[in-house]
């Protein structure tokens, strides 16, 4: 069955450093991978999206990697704010009988010390 | 969150009762989704809906029943409710590009 791990449940960084998250995943071959922050109490919102033929995309202070051979994306926060605190999640399209579905994580919850 | 909205957000049941979770969008998506999501679980696809008047059945469907009655809504229905079906719902549309605030249901 498909399995994708986020690193460990918590990351805590200093304010201003780089945000590094971890999201590995086994028995898939996904077509694309999202990423996306969830506030508690709040609805999963969506950041970014990267297909298998890419190897990075950027939005603003954000980066993802994409590397179909090691089975693991990357998520990096640069100059990273205490408003980044917040739980981020990885999810991996995979394709079922009528239409696509998304498999998640169970989410790294970063907080950004000042 | 904009374009989706769920109701009620908050909902505590008694084993056996029933309810039902309403969603609507009002961003035209064809496609919509219900997940669930509990501690150290992840989201889970409960069912989906890839157009108006069908619906298939996700990861954990069992207890559940779904309605996609027009494009803009598609609810959620505990038949009979149990204590494992405390959790967060949360509906969304367009592959998870938009997710509701999420209903928060506790079965007592």
């Known amino acids: 069955s498909q399995k994708i791990e986020q690193n460990s449940e918590a990351l805590n960084i200093q304010e201003g450093k780089t945000a590094t998250l971890t999201c590995n995943y086994t028995?898939?071959?996904?077509?694309?991978l999202q990423w996306y922050r969830q506030d508690p109490g709040r609805g999963p919102v969506f950041l970014l999206l990267?297909?298998?033929?890419?190897k990075e995309k950027r939005k603003e202070r954000l980066k993802v990697t994409f590397d179909t051979t090691l089975k693991q994306s990357l998520f990096h926060i640069t100059a990273s704010q205490p408003a980044d605190s917040a739980t981020y999640l990885c999810?991996?399209?995979?394709?079922?009988?009528?239409?696509?579905?998304?498999?998640f994580g169970t989410g790294t919850s970063l907080t950004v010390i000042p | 969150n904009a374009g989706v909205t769920q109701t009620p957000k908050f909902q505590v049941l008694k084993t056996g009762q029933s309810m039902t979770l309403q969603c609507a969008q009002d961003?035209?998506?064809?496609?919509m989704y219900w997940y669930r999501q509990d501690p150290g679980m992840g989201l889970r696809l409960i069912y989906y809906?890839?157009?108006?008047?069908?619906?298939d059945k996700g990861e954990v469907p069992n207890g559940y029943n779904v309605s996609r009655l027009n494009k803009r809504e598609f609810s959620l229905r505990l038949e009979s409710a149990a204590p494992s079906q405390t959790s967060v719902y949360f509906c969304?549309?367009?592959?998870?590009?938009?997710f509701g605030s999420g209903t928060r249901l506790t079965v007592v």
């Open positions: 028995n898939y071959s996904p077509a694309y």
């Open positions: 961003m035209n998506h064809n496609s």
């Open positions: 809906s890839a157009s108006e008047g069908t619906t």
């Open positions: 969304a549309t367009l592959n998870g590009y938009t």
């Open positions: 990267i297909r298998e033929n890419e």
């Open positions: 999810a991996l399209l995979g394709r079922r009988n009528t239409g696509n579905q998304f498999y």
